[in-house]
């Protein structure tokens, strides 16, 4: 079974603090994402990496920043957390266009409340 | 721009029926289509697939149907259980730089009666 792991699944920080969340999986996948779910909205990706120090933008980069030193670790960081950062941050994680599956495997969530 | 779309944010069936969920897209570079499985407090599992190039995929109680001149899939699930209750996403796949890239839908919380 793949296995996606996530540091924290409760987290609460202040205004302009510095904020690592953490994700690891352990089925050897060459990508990792970073989501964050909002009602309504469903999941939206922040930012995506397809190898070790590769990283590319999603479609919301603003305020976030990325780190893939290892294979199997992908961390999302905010640099200044805002209160419009408070989400529910989702990591996944799936094999490389050499795989014929398409589908990405979920953590459980980190529920981020910025105060 | 929502590119991929679920016009209900909520269904209710009972147990035992059948239900149908909907979703809709807009760019024809999509070229697989997923459905995952929300319950609270737990990241999203993937259900089930389907490939631009077929109209319908079954997996047990699960099917997905696509029709590509109208840019649109659904789900149904006969029959419908207690257990199913979830949010269901939509999610479409495409080629975008050196990855394959998900675009969700925003989500359609499904609940079954019992």
């Known amino acids: 079974d793949v296995k996606v792991t996530q540091s924290s699944r409760y987290l609460v920080k202040r205004t302009g603090e510095k904020v690592f969340l953490e994700c690891v999986q352990d089925?050897?996948?060459?990508?990792m994402f970073w989501y964050r779910q909002d009602p309504g909205l469903g999941l939206r990706l922040i930012y995506f990496?397809?190898?070790?120090?590769?990283?590319e933008k999603g479609d919301i980069p603003e305020g976030y920043s990325v780190s893939r030193e290892k294979k199997e670790r992908f961390s999302l960081i905010l640099e200044s957390a805002s209160t419009n950062q408070t989400s529910m941050y989702l990591c996944a994680s799936s094999f490389g266009l050499a795989g014929k599956r398409h589908e990405q495997f979920f953590g459980p969530g980190t529920r981020l409340t910025v105060l | 721009d929502q590119q991929v779309k679920q016009n209900s944010p909520s269904l209710s069936v009972q147990e035992g029926r059948i239900s149908i969920l909907n979703c809709d897209y807009t760019?024809?570079?999509?070229?697989?289509f997923l459905w995952y499985k929300k319950y609270p407090a737990e990241g999203p599992t993937f259900l089930i697939s389907?490939?631009?190039?077929?109209d319908k995929n079954e997996d047990g109680r699960f099917t997905v149907f696509l029709n590509k001149s109208a840019k649109h899939l659904s789900l149904h699930i006969v029959p419908s259980q207690p257990g199913d209750s979830a949010v269901y996403f939509c999610?479409?796949?495409?080629?975008?730089?050196?990855?394959?890239?998900?675009?969700f839908g925003s989500g359609t919380q499904l609940t079954v009666l019992p």
């Open positions: 990496s397809y190898d070790v120090k590769m990283k």
């Open positions: 089925m050897d996948h060459e990508n």
């Open positions: 760019n024809s570079m999509f070229d697989y």
């Open positions: 389907i490939s631009s190039i077929k």
């Open positions: 999610a479409a796949s495409k080629l975008a730089g050196s990855a394959r890239q998900l675009t």
